[in-house]
């Protein structure tokens, strides 16, 4: 089944402890991206890469790394996660970066909690 | 700057009454159009797009939705509401200069009373 998998599900974590968020997808997709989901701010993207070893950033990529070492996965890194981090974060993976052709297909999302 | 507006955060409907969903884009280009649905506890589904051809949209689950270019609006609707449809929806614009990025509304949550 075509999918992104994200994991985990739900996270509870202490200020400044590193952690990261895995993403996998099994469509050979080119393009993936991040995004961070909060009530009345729809969602938006963190990070983004277009292919192996190449990423960049989005609107609000502050306190975030990631790294596309492998086609098929996207690490999401909160090096040092602060309280304003809690949030909803999914990935999403397209073929290209052309959406009208090819729309992004998302993850189920983790939901984080940073106190 | 691209950007999407959903107007209304809640919309209340009964059970087999129309559900109408606002959206109005603002974009320099030719948008691409999207409307997203997000069930409780899942990720966004993809329930129709817009990309320049037919105006009218016809998408999964009985939803359509028409761009109307002088109104520079994309609303969503569906003759009658089920159920099963209660979730939050998102309407998003990406174009060819954004490149991959999907501009995101705030979000509609859908309630259906029986």
């Known amino acids: 089944e075509a999918q992104v998998t994200q994991n985990p599900r739900y996270l509870i974590t202490v200020t400044g402890k590193k952690l990261t968020v895995t993403c996998s997808q099994n469509m050979n997709h080119e393009y993936m991206s991040w995004y961070r989901q909060d009530p009345g701010l729809g969602l938006r993207q963190i990070y983004y890469?277009?292919?192996?070893?190449?990423?960049d950033k989005g609107d609000v990529p502050e306190g975030y790394k990631v790294s596309r070492k492998e086609k098929r996965n996207f690490p999401l890194i909160l090096e040092s996660p602060s309280p304003n981090q809690t949030s909803l974060y999914f990935c999403a993976s397209s073929l290209s970066r052309q959406l009208g052709f090819s729309p992004l297909h998302f993850g189920n999302g983790t939901r984080l909690t940073v106190t | 700057a691209q950007s999407v507006t959903q107007l209304g955060s809640h919309v209340s409907v009964s059970e087999g009454a129309l559900v109408l969903l606002r959206c109005n884009y603002s974009s320099s280009v030719p948008p691409y159009l999207f409307w997203y649905v997000q069930y409780p506890n899942q990720g966004l589904q993809l329930l129709l797009k817009y990309t320049s051809a037919a105006t009218l949209v016809k998408g999964i689950n009985g939803f359509e939705a028409e761009f109307k270019k002088s109104e520079t609006s994309f609303h969503l609707t569906k003759p009658s509401a089920h159920m099963s449809d209660a979730a939050e929806y998102f309407c998003a614009v990406s174009d060819n200069l954004l490149g991959g990025k999907l501009i995101f509304g705030q979000g509609t949550e859908l309630s259906v009373k029986p």
């Open positions: 890469s277009m292919n192996v070893e190449v990423t």
